[in-house]
């Protein structure tokens, strides 16, 4: 089995913003893919892409297949580029702002909410 480079080329990420990515990506994606939301089958593919981390976590590639799918699922139910960069920024923000518990290896660490 042929190894794969598992790190981005950087000269992409300098060059576009998050806005035109999603732009980039609703385009090839309606192209390759038809109209419609998917959201069972894009959520069914997450589910996989989850077993493919869980067995290999190194691989980049595989963490990003998740992101790339996230975004796919956004823009068809109909959020614009604008609305996801913002939304990926502002939950970040929103995260930054929460408090959390002591992680625990190997278990989800949630907020706490009051």
Same mark, same amino acid.
């Given at each position: ?9 950087? %000269? ?5 913003t998050?806005?035109? %990515?999603v732009? *980039?990506h609703? &385009? ?5 893919? =038809?109209? =419609?939301?998917?959201?069972? &089958?894009?959520?069914?593919?997450i *589910?996989? *892409?989850?077993i493919e981390?869980?067995? $290999?976590?190194s /691989?980049l590639?595989?963490?990003? /297949? ?5 975004? /796919? &699922?956004?823009?068809?139910? &109909? %959020? ?12 970040q ?10 992680? $625990?290896a /190997?278990q ?5 909410? *009051?």
């Amino acid at each position: 089995m042929a190894t794969r480079k598992t790190q981005p080329s950087m %000269y992409q990420v300098e060059q576009q913003t998050i806005r035109e %990515y999603v732009k *980039e990506h609703k &385009g090839w994606s309606l192209a390759a893919f =038809g109209e =419609g939301k998917h959201t069972e &089958g894009l959520l069914r593919h997450i *589910e996989k *892409e989850c077993i493919e981390v869980r067995k $290999v976590p190194s /691989d980049l590639f595989e963490w990003i /297949d998740i992101v790339i799918l996230a975004i /796919d &699922g956004a823009w068809r139910e &109909g %959020y614009t580029p604008e609305q996801i960069a913002s939304a990926l920024m502002e939950k970040q923000n929103i995260n930054k702002a929460r408090e959390w518990p002591k992680m $625990v290896a /190997d278990q989800p660490t949630e907020h706490i909410r *009051e």
